[in-house]
């Protein structure tokens, strides 16, 4: 099964970034990870662009939701929000309906110690709106994010490394409920 991986943050050496190649090593082999890279080539959303022919990026965003089996995003936590290009390339998908059913794992990292649980709440939400199947499992808080990744982004801490296995599992049961 291919998993689609976002990183809610543009920073080149962003901590979700790391995480998410932390993720896409530690995943079996049966699900392939695709990193979608184009979050910051998106234009703002308005629903007048949003018409018969809307922007390229936003078609290639749409097609790589609809060729793939899941979605795994990894956010900070942006003045208790997510980012707002995480959220602007969301309510793209609102009108293609990309989202819906689809399985998602919903995970915020911060060095602090909230973990970004606000911009957690907010995803969720904005996920909820969309229709999408977000897994139990998925739903992650990371605090302290810095202390469970090092610099060259190997998991240090063995209960997050657990709770990723059982995100994995839980992607491949819904992919066989589907099937
Ligand atoms: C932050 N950060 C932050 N952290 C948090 O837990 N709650 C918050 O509300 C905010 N707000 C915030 C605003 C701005 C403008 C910045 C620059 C930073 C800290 C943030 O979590 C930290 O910089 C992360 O490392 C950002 O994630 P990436 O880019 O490392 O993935």
């Known amino acids: 099964m291919r998993i689609l991986a976002i990183s809610g943050s543009l920073r080149a050496s962003s901590t979700n970034t790391r995480l998410v190649h932390a993720i896409m090593r530690l995943a079996p082999t049966e699900i392939e990870f695709l990193m979608y890279e184009g979050l910051g080539d998106l234009p703002h ?3 007048d662009l949003d018409g018969d022919n809307p922007p390229p990026s936003v078609l290639a965003l749409r097609q790589l939701l609809r060729t793939t089996d899941g979605v795994l995003i990894c956010t900070p936590e942006y003045a208790f929000g997510v980012p707002g290009s995480l959220k602007n390339g969301l309510d793209w998908t609102v009108s293609s309906g990309d989202f819906s059913v689809k399985p998602v794992a919903a995970i915020s990292a911060s ?3 909230g973990g970004g649980d606000k911009a957690h709440a907010s995803l969720l939400l904005t996920l909820t709106a969309l229709g999408a199947n977000i897994l139990e ?3 992650i808080i990371i605090p302290m994010v810095n202390k469970k990744l090092d610099a060259e982004s190997n998991l240090l801490d063995p209960a997050l490394v657990e709770n990723l296995q059982a995100v994995f599992k839980a992607f491949q049961q819904s992919n066989n409920q589907q099937a």
Do not use: I, M, S, V
Request: net charge neutral.
């Open 45 to 47: 959303f308005t629903p």
């Open 111 to 113: 060095p602090l110690w």
């Open 137 to 139: 499992e998925g739903k």
